[in-house]
């Protein structure tokens, strides 16, 4: 009798658990193409100078070769999001991963700069799919049940591979060299794509057509269901990008001023990615809790708050600090995520996470520019000065995007 009872209970845990790992696989095998995806792109800091060292490259160069492929993954996201639309979601998050590993692998073929400038663009051209389309695809799939906490997991993933890939590349330079290393990268790179497509190929199409069906008519045009709301999460999004941004690129000259090395300033600066790979999963979680609005004003409140603590304390008080202001900085990412695509008419969000990712990238890209300037004019605390207050400035554009969200038409309801 107790055998039998035993039985039934493995039996009914082993179907809980397939029934389980059948619900999340799109966001398990997402998360996973993230981890790649990411992971890929950072692997790319390493070999810079190898490449420079092999074709007599100045820094002139070296930065184009790198603005070029994070100009291309940025530039290419709302065509990418649009082809989506019409392919499918799945079908272009594989095509985009094949993309990048088929460009890595030719790229371990490159003779010359142009050579390696013109793979650079081609290679960075398919990894303008992954944000985009893969947002939008975790939002449909957690409509209305714990939105936040899948994208919360699905920005973390990206994170992790950003340390897990150049890790192991690292490892594999030393062995094999940076043109084998590269093209054993876009290799599991490109397999990885064929599996992805083949897990999930049932959703290929499916989920666009199931959206249609249960709203009443699609929008037309870009499908922003509140202009004004998106306005304000849109500029919150530039300042936070910017912030972020700016930040990695001073703190290691702060932490110099302090008296630490360069060496020694570049492994705190893990630190802080550390932080910011927990902050993306646990304020994307927080956020299903508290709601959007609050998790904002939380999260920049305590950033900005941090950022001024970085000027007065210790190198070595640093350290926990540096995490903390990690894990905000970043968190608030997956906050935005889950506030925009309740924006965006659902058969639309692939566009919609187009349009912001390309906004809020490209401030990324501008904001150490910007904020270089302040410190040249003035001093570099006055840096770290703006940049507080640029978190601060977020708190009453939450007030904007909570009072034109309320006062606005009420949204309808999502699939």
Known sequence: MQQTARRGFIRRH????????????????????????????????????????????????????????????????????????RFGEIAMLALGMAWVGAGFMVLGLAVSFIQTLFLMVAAGTGGSVQHPVASSFISREYEGRRRGSA??????????????????????????????????????SFVFALLFWYFLRDKGRGLPRTVEQDQPAPSKGWGILQPKT??????????????????????????????????????????????????????????????????????????GALILLLLPVGQWTMLPLLFCVGFFLNGTSSVLLDGVAELFDATKRSRGYGLYFTIYLGAGAIGPIVYGTVGDAWSLPMVFWAMALASLAIVPLTGFYHLSRTAAAPLPPQP
């Open 14 to 85: 082993i179907s809980s658990s397939q029934q389980l790992s059948r619900e999340h696989r799109p966001l398990i095998a997402n998360a996973l193409m993230h981890l790649v995806n990411d992971g890929c792109f950072v692997a790319i800091y390493p070999i810079l100078p190898l490449i420079a060292l092999e074709f007599d490259l100045n820094y002139a160069q070296v930065g184009l070769l790198k603005t070029a492929l994070t100009a291309s993954s940025t530039a290419f996201q709302i065509p990418m999001a649009l082809m989506a639309e």
């Open 151 to 188: 994208l919360g997991v699905l920005n973390f993933a990206g994170d992790l591979g950003k340390f897990i890939i150049p890790l192991v590349f690292a490892v594999s330079l030393t062995a094999y060299g940076w043109r084998a290393s590269l093209a054993g990268l876009g290799a599991v």
């Open 230 to 303: 998106f306005g304000a999460i849109l500029s919150m999004g530039v300042l936070d990008s910017s912030v972020r941004s700016a930040l990695l690129t001073f703190v290691p000259f702060l932490l110099i001023e302090k008296g630490l090395s360069a060496t020694q300033a570049g492994l705190m600066l893990t630190v802080i990615f550390a932080g910011g790979a927990a902050g993306k999963l646990g304020c994307g979680i927080l956020a299903d809790k508290l709601g959007t609005t609050r998790m904002i004003v939380f999260t920049e409140t305590m950033t």
